[in-house]
């Protein structure tokens, strides 16, 4: 995989106009080697010599020379393009969808705001109870996040359906903490769960890909992944991977903020779900 193809479409949205011209250049002909000078590629990209150096920098490089050489040397490994084509392989749609993952998990680690998740981390860690809400893909999520948060030893719900987490709303008191999870923000159900919950003196947490949207009004705490959706691309897998890392983390947390308490992964739950497994004696005695 060609990695320098990979960070600049990593860094692409924090490039300025200029930096921009260069990286277009570099994503239009990738596996090309760069131009012997440097006045050469500014020529290319309509850029600057100067802005190429910053270019350069910002990929974690010297100069443009260290990066030319970088180039150079990938040049053997495959370029993973973004776009799904109809002319792809199976295989190149699955090169695809896990260098779109990746770019994900990078983008996310990147945007999620350290203080927020560190503060959502320790409401749920001191919640009577937590209430996880989600429609479609989100409602899968907000389930994993309760399953793991129960293992871990927190009182823990996921609800999927919308009578049933307006419901659960009405039930919860001020000890406890609400979760939305959407990718858009937008659900209107999950919006409306999370004002009625803030407006009953309820604290309210949301994962969401996408910034100022409304969800964000009626939360809290928010955790905000990154991920970049294309017409072809993977979206649904990629969101679904960013947030299940933010669940993980959080879980992690849980579990070793309990584990001074007697309360982590306890051996007889553990125990209990291992003989759930299909074991060789079980196997044999068929």
Known sequence: MNKIILKTRLLYNEMGKAEKKIADWLLAHPGDNLPMSISELAELSNSSESTIVR???????????????????????????????????????LEKIC???????????????????????????????TILIGLGSSAFVAQDAANKFLRAGYQAYSYGDTHMQMIAVSRMNKSDVLVGVSQSGASKDIVEALKFAKSRGISTVCITGTDKSPIMKQSDIVLLTDTEETKHGSPAICSHFS???????????????????????????????????????????E
Do not use: H, M
């Open 243 to 285: 947030r299940l890392v933010v669940i993980d983390s959080l879980c992690y947390y849980l579990v070793y903020k309990n584990e001074p308490n007697g309360k982590g992964l306890d051996d007889e739950s553990e125990k209990n779900l291992r003989s759930k497994r299909v074991t060789e004696t079980d196997e044999t005695n």
């Open 99 to 129: 260098s779109d993952a990746y770019l994900s998990l990078e983008r996310t680690k990147r945007t999620i705001v350290p203080e927020n998740i560190a503060a959502a981390a320790k409401l749920i860690a001191g919640a009577g109870k």
């Open 55 to 93: 270019f350069a920098r910002r990929l974690g490089f010297s100069g443009y020379g260290e990066l030319k050489i970088s180039v150079a040397s990938e040049q053997e490994k495959k370029v993973v393009l973004p776009a799904i084509s109809e002319n792809d392989s199976c295989f190149d749609i």
